[in-house]
Nanobody
Framework: QLQASGGGLVQAGISLRLSCAGS????????MGWFRQAPGKERGFVAV????????DYSDSVKGRFTISRDNVKSMVYLQMNSLKPEDTAIYYC????????????????????WGQGTQVTVSS
């Protein structure tokens, strides 16, 4: 139901844009998040956007470098990643959480209902 793409192997300082395609006609009722998991680490929060797209939140480690956005007409969510660092290396997952409120956000990985398959991002120094 969620298909993430756009990962790759890049050098530090380069930008990448991840995309996540949703398949539900009710895509606009879902709060959408990006999470990442590095080898040997737990899956952690990266960014989230409310169902209406007006509210966003970011982890401190990516704030100012990453931007999450969505297009509810196309059922897509994006993660623009600028100034990539080697510590950004991970598998990136998009996730969806049903939300009754337009402005609701959550960074809790356990709160999400659906997950994409992940896309690998590797940043070399």
């Amino acid at each position: 139901q969620l298909q993430a793409s756009g990962g790759g192997l890049v050098q530090a300082g380069i930008s990448l844009r991840l995309s996540c395609a949703g398949s539900r006609r009710t895509f606009s009722t879902y709060c959408m998040g990006w999470f990442r998991q590095a080898p040997g680490k737990e899956r952690g929060f990266v960014a989230v956007i409310s169902r209406g797209g007006l509210n966003t939140d970011y982890s401190d480690s990516v704030k100012g470098r990453f931007t999450i956005s969505r297009d509810n007409v196309k059922s897509m969510v994006y993660l623009q990643m600028n100034s990539l660092k080697p510590e950004d290396t991970a598998i990136y997952y998009c996730a969806a959480r049903y939300s009754r409120l337009q402005t609701s956000l959550t960074s809790n990985v356990r709160a999400y209902d659906y997950w994409g398959q992940g896309t690998q991002v590797t940043v070399s120094s």
